[in-house]
């Protein structure tokens, strides 16, 4: 039997994945330069969200670590307030691996190959999905060497 909190959770997620959904109904407009269209990359992160939430049914059981909980704070928001005033700032390219293990560390992983392998694989994704395929150009910073390191690792990409 699956905990009320997971059903609640999985719930909350399909509102959100539907109302997103429904918003890119209002901007499925044809590019001339994207064969895609205007909601083709939203409606890839909402079926990304939904594979997630789903994933998360299927675990099912959960397991709640106190010693883990005691650490999680106001500060644990506050990391990600600081990634969003830094990240426009600094780059995307730049802030985020740097928060993804931060704040992987934050939450009490201390494996440090873990966090590496973590942090890579998904900075590799969503460059493959953002740069690839999609052709979304992510912020490159407003800082200067933080432009320029941003611009040249997006050049160096493509």
Same mark, same amino acid.
């Given at each position: 039997m699956m905990a009320r909190s997971t059903v609640l959770e999985f719930g909350v997620w399909l509102l959100l994945i539907v109302g997103g959904l429904i918003l890119t109904c209002q901007f499925d407009g044809q590019l001339s330069n994207y064969k895609y269209g205007a909601a083709g990359w939203p409606r890839v992160v909402l079926v990304f969200m939904f594979i997630l939430a789903m994933a998360q049914v299927l675990k099912g059981s959960r397991t709640v670590d106190y010693n883990m909980t005691s650490r999680i704070s106001y500060s644990s928001f506050l990391i990600p307030l600081l990634y969003l005033f830094f990240m426009p700032? /600094? @780059? =995307?390219?730049?802030s985020t691996p740097l928060f993804?293990?931060?704040? /992987? @560390? =934050?939450?009490?992983?201390?494996?440090?190959?873990h966090i590496m392998s973590s942090v890579f694989l998904a900075y590799f994704f969503v460059m493959l999905i953002f740069l690839k395929l999609l052709f979304v150009p992510l912020p490159v910073g407003s800082w200067g060497g933080f432009y320029e390191i941003n611009s040249y690792l997006v050049a160096w990409i493509k």
């Open positions: 700032r /600094m @780059g =995307f390219y730049i993804l293990g931060g704040y /992987m @560390g =934050f939450l009490g992983e201390s494996r440090l190959l």
